[in-house]
């Protein structure tokens, strides 16, 4: 069975499917724009377009689309209910494109299903990834991550701040001392402007570091939407708020220690081989010295 010559229950069929990731995909695409610029959702909601565009190409040119908008409000759902139209139709002998469009629209109710799981991480949980990722990057530096931890520093620096901007104090009295963080914003925005415009200069971000960043960023979305009527008024709270405040800090400390040494080491790795290289020339310019001296 070719695409032309789909018949008129499968050309229904996909015209539903169509009509399923459509309304899919304007879930997904608002769900992005809540989560901010660097929300994960945003892939998701790409990926549902171009599945919902392949479906669009198989159908008939005379084929229409209108029909009832899909009920619901979930995405995976939505999806799930397209794999299972497209299970139906999706027979031996049934054209290879659908058969791929099967297939894709399978792979994004998993990634639906994951991102959701993601998406539903408590303040707490964010954080306490944030903290083990801040570990990883220590124990696995290279010369090679410390231009990208520089890169990304910064960013990571902001979201903490954005983040300890809207926590609710520990005690209901001033706080006494400096703000810490207030330092270590101008400090992270400080290596930002110099990656910049001078060494290691524009480039990949680590990948690591910006997932910690984006952590931090729907933390404090979290914490902003439902955390503002949280206030130090017995143990527990106090505990609480004190623990999240000591996990971000901690965060920054450890990112901090773990981009300097991977600088350090990519410091070190440009010495060894300006060093090389250095020696490599001289080498070169001794022989020539010498090969002009047996000449003349």
Same mark, same amino acid.
């Given at each position: 069975?070719?695409?032309?010559?789909?018949?008129?229950?499968?050309?229904?069929?996909?015209?539903?499917?169509?009509?399923?990731?459509?309304?899919?995909?304007?879930?997904?695409?608002?769900?992005?724009? /809540?989560?901010?610029?660097?929300?994960?959702?945003?892939?998701? /909601?790409?990926?549902?377009?171009?599945?919902?565009?392949?479906?669009?190409?198989?159908?008939?040119?005379?084929?229409?689309?209108?029909?009832?908008?899909?009920?619901?409000?979930?995405?995976?759902?939505?999806?799930?209910?397209?794999?299972?139209?497209?299970?139906?139709?999706?027979?031996?002998?049934?054209?290879?494109?659908?058969?791929?469009?099967?297939?894709?629209?399978?792979?994004?109710?998993?990634? /639906?299903?994951?991102?959701?799981?993601?998406?539903?991480?408590?303040?707490?949980?964010?954080?306490?990834?944030?903290?083990?990722?801040?570990?990883?990057?220590?124990?696995?530096?290279?010369?090679?991550?410390?231009?990208?931890?520089?890169?990304?520093?910064?960013?990571?620096?902001?979201?903490?701040?954005?983040?300890?901007?809207?926590?609710?104090?520990?005690?209901?009295?001033?706080?006494?001392?400096?703000?810490?963080?207030?330092?270590?914003?101008?400090?992270?925005?400080?290596?930002?402007?110099?990656?910049?415009?001078?060494?290691?200069?524009?480039?990949?971000?680590?990948?690591?570091?910006?997932?910690?960043?984006?952590?931090?960023?729907?933390?404090?979305?979290?914490?902003?939407?439902?955390?503002?009527?949280?206030?130090?008024?017995?143990?527990?709270?106090?505990?609480?708020?004190?623990?999240?405040?000591?996990?971000?800090?901690?965060?920054?400390?450890?990112?901090?220690?773990?981009?300097?040494?991977?600088?350090?080491?990519?410091?070190?790795?440009?010495?060894?081989?300006?060093?090389?290289?250095?020696?490599?020339?001289?080498?070169?310019?001794?022989?020539?010295?010498?090969?002009?001296?047996?000449?003349?």
């Amino acid at each position: 069975m070719g695409i032309e010559q789909m018949d008129t229950e499968v050309v229904e069929t996909v015209a539903g499917v169509v009509r399923l990731l459509r309304r899919a995909a304007d879930l997904a695409w608002m769900q992005a724009d /809540a989560g901010g610029p660097r929300s994960s959702r945003q892939l998701l /909601a790409l990926a549902i377009d171009s599945a919902a565009d392949e479906a669009s190409s198989l159908l008939p040119r005379r084929a229409g689309l209108d029909g009832p908008t899909p009920v619901g409000d979930n995405p995976a759902e939505l999806l799930a209910s397209a794999e299972q139209l497209l299970r139906q139709i999706c027979v031996e002998g049934a054209p290879s494109r659908l058969l791929g469009l099967r297939a894709l629209v399978a792979q994004l109710v998993w990634e /639906a299903n994951t991102s959701a799981a993601r998406e539903r991480r408590t303040v707490g949980e964010l954080l306490a990834d944030s903290d083990a990722l801040t570990r990883e990057t220590l124990l696995d530096v290279t010369p090679s991550h410390g231009p990208g931890m520089v890169r990304a520093w910064g960013e990571v620096v902001q979201s903490a701040a954005q983040l300890w901007a809207v926590l609710p104090p520990v005690s209901l009295a001033a706080p006494s001392g400096p703000d810490l963080m207030v330092r270590l914003r101008g400090l992270g925005e400080g290596i930002g402007r110099s990656s910049v415009g001078h060494r290691p200069g524009p480039g990949p971000k680590d990948q690591r570091l910006l997932e910690i960043a984006d952590n931090l960023l729907r933390a404090r979305n979290l914490v902003e939407r439902y955390g503002q009527d949280v206030q130090p008024t017995d143990a527990e709270a106090r505990a609480d708020i004190a623990a999240a405040r000591a996990r971000v800090m901690h965060t920054l400390y450890v990112g901090a220690h773990g981009t300097a040494v991977a600088l350090r080491e990519y410091a070190n790795d440009l010495r060894d081989r300006l060093r090389v290289d250095s020696r490599r020339r001289l080498a070169h310019r001794i022989a020539a010295d010498r090969s002009r001296d047996r000449g003349s």
